[in-house]
């Protein structure tokens, strides 16, 4: 099972009716991350009206966001919203809000949080991340054309290749096309290609 997820942080800024509201997008992978970017934000903007966030990490499943003095639910749910919309995890947004003098109203500050977690979701690198097992093949060079024409029918991903007295390719398979690739390694190879497969682990495809 997948998930999507951003790059690295980015940061955008909008002005609605003379308030000024500036998101933050940043990649957590615990709670503990995630409140420390947040408190990160927090004293970056300590004279800020409000620094409303959410967040959403895969690990223990959790999903948290404050309004920060926002009436509830006008807030921290809209950019919790913004994150579930785009199927993002391991993800936290803070959005600052510095109050221009003018009252936006439930409706108005629904539409500015939202439009601000947007923004920034807009600006990130989205990242697909697959399950992925990290796999070995070694085999004989009269073996080697073959067997390169056949990965890309399978979406790998080469790590590394080295030309020994055997070539050994160090490549990454989707876990769902593992099986299949090594039936076609084995039955192209009528058995001389030897496959190892190794850990599983996440990555961007």
Do not use: W
């Not at 926002?70 to 913004?82: H, N």
């Not at 055997?166 to 039936?183: C, P, T, W």
């Amino acid at each position: 099972m997948g998930y999507r997820t951003i790059r690295q942080r980015t940061d955008t800024s909008f002005t609605e009716r003379r308030s000024e509201f500036i998101a933050y997008l940043a990649p957590v992978a615990t709670n503990d991350e995630a409140v420390a970017f947040i408190n990160e934000i927090k004293a970056m903007h300590r004279k800020a009206t409000h620094n409303v966030y959410a967040y959403i990490v895969r690990d223990n499943n959790i999903s948290r966001y404050s309004d920060d003095g926002e009436p509830q639910g006008t807030a921290g749910v809209p950019v919790l919203d913004i994150l579930h919309k785009h199927s993002l995890t391991d993800v936290c947004c803070v959005v600052t809000r510095y109050f221009g003098g003018i009252l936006l109203g439930g409706g108005g500050l629904v539409r500015a949080y939202s439009t601000a977690a947007k923004l920034a979701v807009e600006k990130s690198c989205i990242l697909n991340m697959c399950e992925c097992y990290k796999t070995q093949i070694v085999m004989d060079y009269n073996l080697y054309n073959k067997i390169s024409y056949l990965l890309p029918q399978f979406e790998i991903k080469e790590l590394s290749s080295d030309f020994g007295e055997m070539v050994r390719m160090d490549i990454l398979v989707k876990e769902q096309y593992f099986n299949a690739l090594s039936d076609k390694l084995t039955e192209t190879s009528n058995g001389k290609v030897k496959i190892k497969k190794d850990q599983k682990l996440f990555e961007n495809f």
